[in-house]
């Protein structure tokens, strides 16, 4: 596994492949994502936006809470998703960020688009 030293957090791994555990009710669909959303995360990271094109009308919850990576790509994937949910009437909600993650999201200006 990869790791590069970190001096605040200790080292950071982003060998982990992604992955996302779905759960569905009426008006909302869950998505714990864990792992490392990157380039060759695209074959991982399609039932994900699968399940957004199929829920309407709700809200969409995405649990970053076991995301330990995200780069440019991954935010591309995340804004085609945003558009995804956009177009079936629901909306995106962030929780449980990971300060990495976070800091990325707040850098780009990335979590106000996606969860605007």
Request: hydrophobic share 40%; charged share 25%; aromatic share 6%.
């Amino acid at each position: 596994m990869l790791q590069l030293e970190q001096q605040q957090e200790g080292p950071m791994r982003i060998g982990t492949p992604f992955g996302a555990a779905l759960r569905r009710d009426r008006h909302r669909l869950l998505a714990a994502c864990r792992g490392a959303l990157t380039y060759t995360s695209y074959e991982t990271f399609r039932p994900l936006l699968d399940a957004v094109g199929g829920h309407r009308n709700g809200e969409v919850v995405l649990d970053f809470g076991g995301l330990d990576f995200l780069d440019s790509n991954g935010l591309g994937m995340l804004l085609v998703l945003k558009d995804r949910a956009r177009e079936r009437g629901s909306r995106l909600r962030l929780v449980n960020v990971p300060p990495r993650v976070e800091q990325v999201l707040s850098t780009t200006g990335m979590r106000q688009m996606l969860e605007g």
